[in-house]
């Protein structure tokens, strides 16, 4: 993971919550996770211009801050899957209203 050189200072709310949830598509992972949609392969199905290795990666980061939770189920193939931690619920408001700000001023607008 990419180490920053200039301390941050996390003191104001707008910074912690880009902090947690900033990534191209993190805002979209919590959704696709909180609408059922929990394993990798499908997440990336559902998010069409995100890389496996970049959902990845940014599910990494997502686990650190304990917005979501992963469950590995024995067995093979292996299985993974990822639900949202009851701190990442509630996140779920500030993506809703991410999603309405969307629809209503996107292109389709």
């Not at 995100?50 to 193939?77: C, D, F, H, W």
Request: neutral net charge.
């Amino acid at each position: 993971m990419y180490v920053n050189k200039i301390p941050q200072t996390l003191d104001y709310g707008v910074t912690v919550t880009l902090k947690v949830i900033g990534g191209k598509w993190k805002p979209c992972i919590i959704d696709c996770i909180a609408t059922g949609i929990n394993r990798p392969t499908s997440i990336q199905k559902a998010i069409k211009n995100a890389s496996l290795r970049v959902i990845n990666q940014q599910m990494s980061e997502l686990l650190e801050y304990e917005i979501i939770s992963k469950t590995v189920y024995e067995g093979y193939p292996l299985k993974v899957e990822y639900s949202l931690t009851d701190f990442g619920k509630t996140l779920l408001p500030l993506i809703e209203m991410m999603q309405l700000w969307g629809d209503e001023h996107g292109k389709g607008s």
